[in-house]
């Protein structure tokens, strides 16, 4: 399986890496899954994880490094 939308150039001009993409992209869609609300009204993909990319894509969702290890 292809991801087609949003295509990966434009994901990662939005995130450094695509492991970082992975891990972003796997947690908002569990959030999303869990029931947290949306940050786009209309999406074209009715999966949690093409959602949460669409959302990377809309720069809506981000990485937060201030975070400490």
């Known amino acids: 399986?292809?991801?087609?939308?949003?295509?990966?150039?434009?994901?990662?001009?939005?995130?450094?890496?695509r492991y970082s993409l992975s891990v972003l992209a796997a947690k908002r869609a569990h959030q999303l899954e869990?029931?947290?609300p949306s940050a786009l009204k209309i999406f074209?993909?009715?999966?949690a994880v093409g959602q949460a990319l669409e959302e990377i894509e809309a720069g809506k969702?981000?990485?937060d490094?201030?975070?400490e290890a």
């Open 44 to 47: 074209k993909c009715d999966k």
């Open 61 to 63: 969702v981000t990485v």
């Open 65 to 67: 490094l201030s975070i």
């Open 1 to 17: 399986m292809r991801i087609t939308y949003p295509s990966i150039d434009d994901l990662l001009e939005k995130v450094d890496s």
């Open 34 to 36: 869990a029931g947290d």
